[in-house]
């Protein structure tokens, strides 16, 4: 998984798989969910992320992972 945030846009992009987009649905407004040929999610797409959620923290749980805290 990539959280690739795009400071010019304003726009968070969560890749949850490597596999292209065949098909997007938009949920609401600015948000955005890619779905691969087989219809599993691959993506989500955020736009005016700084005014959606908080951009300076990022907290993970329980994810069977390395974990490593940082602050904006």
Not at 1 to 24: H, R
Not at 28 to 50: K, P
Not at 55 to 67: A, F, G, V
């Amino acid at each position: 998984m990539n959280l690739n945030y795009y400071a010019e846009t304003d726009s968070l992009y969560i890749d949850l798989s490597s596999k292209p987009s065949a098909d997007s649905r938009e949920v609401a407004e600015g948000v955005v969910l890619d779905y691969d040929s087989d219809g599993n999610l691959v993506g989500i797409d955020i736009d005016n992320a700084s005014q959606k959620l908080n951009l300076n923290e990022l907290i993970i749980n329980r994810l069977p992972i390395q974990t490593q805290k940082i602050s904006a």
